[in-house]
């Protein structure tokens, strides 16, 4: 069908005028293109408008665009007192209550009144797009443009074919994201679509360790923080997004996959939900706030004064043992040679993807001397130590002492296969090539939208390959097989790349 989505009198429909509804005219606004605004609330688009008028005056004042730009934008902006009033729109996008039936009934009663070819698509952000349209009449004009809170700041936005989707929909709405200068990423239908399905990777990952008892909350937000370079722990962005929204949207996403394991969620969140303990708009979370919504975190315990008289350090992984032989050289301490430790040294392995009891046994250290250490990822801003289950406090200590000895701090973990990061960041990847193997997403689409969208600091692509595609394959190889649970194991798409020794983004041929 011929729909010219550059034509200069383009006019698109937005129902309801929230937070997500009163961003996408903003953009859409400022992108040229001529919006009606309805909301269901008496008076609540007029309101939004006013609201849109200051933002685009404070983008003005910034200089970020000219006031004669903001003051167009803004009258381009018309209030619709009724669905009939959309009837001149060429599309029309929906960002109301994420309810099915409600949903629905908007798009049944709006397909009566626009036109043929006009665009009918819905910013929802975890229901199926192909459920939402099969009741339409014309499901083949229907599709997902999904934008992300808050819009104006946030650039990514994702165009979702339904089963029934025509070609020149999706072609359409991508033209339509970038006269909005949002960048477009295309996939299928799917739960969660891309950005929330690896998110899930992210907050569910954390909440299985910490559920374990691995580590705590601001340890595990700390590490992610300072070793991976994410900007907020998982902790601390559960509690800025609500677990009113990131519980029942796991929850859905899991009952979506029909209890596809990568997606289990965990029982932290699941009670924290249902008492109410929300996060910062309770002022109670994963942290505790104060007035100033500031979180009240524990302070990290000062690092031992402690250090080993000798070190030995493990050979079973090559690059392990360079790395950390380097740093403990530097940090002024013996490192014995033997193939063997002697009686009193203080062991270290390096494992990736294991456990440090599992180290101790299979290369036969005594386990009360035995620490491993994360060398995964680079140790400039934090290190990352695990104890086994019966590891002497005093060599713990020694380990912890001499690690930090430099001012860079140190975090300890109980033992668990993957310490903290190596899992979170594997499960990530994992589920980052689930999507693609699925064909939801491309590879390279992946990464810009978990860039774009959930700003980490790496697209699950670009992390396997900046840590290693079989490394990577070994950590979830290792943790599959320690904890015989099938959340674990490993994505064909990564497996095959791992043993083809090729980059995790290389496409099917």
């Not at 859905?252 to 303990?277: H, K």
């Not at 013996?334 to 002697?342: Q, R």
């Not at 999507?435 to 939801?440: D, E």
Request: proline share 5%; charged share 25%; glycine share 8%.
């Amino acid at each position: 069908m011929a729909f010219d989505a550059n034509r200069a009198d383009l006019t698109i429909g937005v129902l309801g005028s929230g937070a997500m509804g009163r961003g996408i005219v903003q953009v859409a606004a400022a992108g040229g293109i001529n919006v009606l605004m309805m909301d269901a609330k008496p008076g609540a688009a007029a309101e939004a408008r006013e609201f849109i008028g200051k933002m685009l005056m404070r983008a003005a004042e910034k200089g970020s665009m000219s006031k004669e730009d903001a003051d167009a934008a803004l009258a381009r902006v018309k209030v619709a007192n009724t669905l009939a009033d959309f009837k001149p729109c060429h599309a029309v996008i929906e960002a109301v209550v994420e309810n099915l039936d409600v949903k629905r009934q908007v798009f049944g009663e709006l397909e009566g009144i626009v036109a043929a070819d006009c665009i009918l698509a819905s910013n929802t952000s975890s229901l199926s797009v192909t459920t939402i349209g099969a009741k339409l009449k014309t499901p083949q004009r229907f599709a997902g443009f999904h934008f992300f809170n808050p819009v104006p700041l946030m650039r990514l936005v994702e165009v979702i074919a339904g089963l029934q989707t025509e070609e020149w929909v999706c072609e359409a709405l991508t033209v339509i994201g970038r006269r909005m200068t949002r960048e477009p990423v295309r996939c299928s239908d799917a739960p969660g679509f891309l950005v929330n399905q690896v998110g899930r990777g992210f907050t569910l990952e954390a909440s299985h360790l910490v559920y374990e008892g691995v580590s705590n909350f601001a340890d595990v937000d700390r590490v992610m923080r300072d070793v991976c370079g994410f900007r907020m722990g998982p902790f601390e962005l559960m509690d800025l997004t609500g677990l009113d929204v990131t519980q029942p949207a796991s929850k859905l996403i899991y009952d979506q996959f029909f209890d596809e394991q990568r997606y289990r969620p965990n029982l932290i969140m699941q009670s924290r939900y249902e008492a109410g303990v929300l996060g910062r708009k309770t002022k109670n979370g994963f942290y505790k706030y104060d007035a100033d919504m500031k979180p009240t975190v524990p302070p990290e315990a000062p690092a031992p004064a402690a250090r080993p008289d000798s070190v030995w350090i493990s050979k079973a992984d090559a690059k392990g043992h360079a790395v950390l032989s380097e740093l403990v050289a530097k940090l002024g301490v013996t490192i014995e040679s033997g193939a063997k430790p002697s009686a009193k040294a203080l062991c270290l392995v390096t494992p990736i993807g294991d456990d440090a009891t599992s180290c101790a046994v299979e290369q036969e250290l005594d386990p009360k001397r035995t620490i491993a250490v994360d060398t995964l990822f680079p140790m400039v801003k934090r290190r990352t130590i695990m104890t086994t289950t019966i590891t002497d406090a005093a060599y713990r200590d020694a380990a912890h002492g001499l690690l930090a000895s430099d001012g860079v701090p140190v975090t300890v973990c109980h033992d668990s296969p993957g310490f903290i990061a190596q899992r979170i960041v594997a499960m990530i990847v994992n589920i980052g090539c689930s999507i693609a193997q699925s064909r939801t997403g491309t590879a390279a689409d992946i990464d810009k939208a978990v860039t774009l969208g959930l700003n980490y600091p790496n697209g699950p692509f670009r992390f396997a390959d900046t840590l290693g595609v079989d490394r990577i394959h070994k950590v979830l190889s290792s943790m599959n097989r320690i904890y015989a649970d099938p959340r674990y194991r490993p994505n064909i798409w990564l497996t095959r790349r791992a043993k083809l020794g090729v980059s995790a983004l290389t496409p099917e041929a």
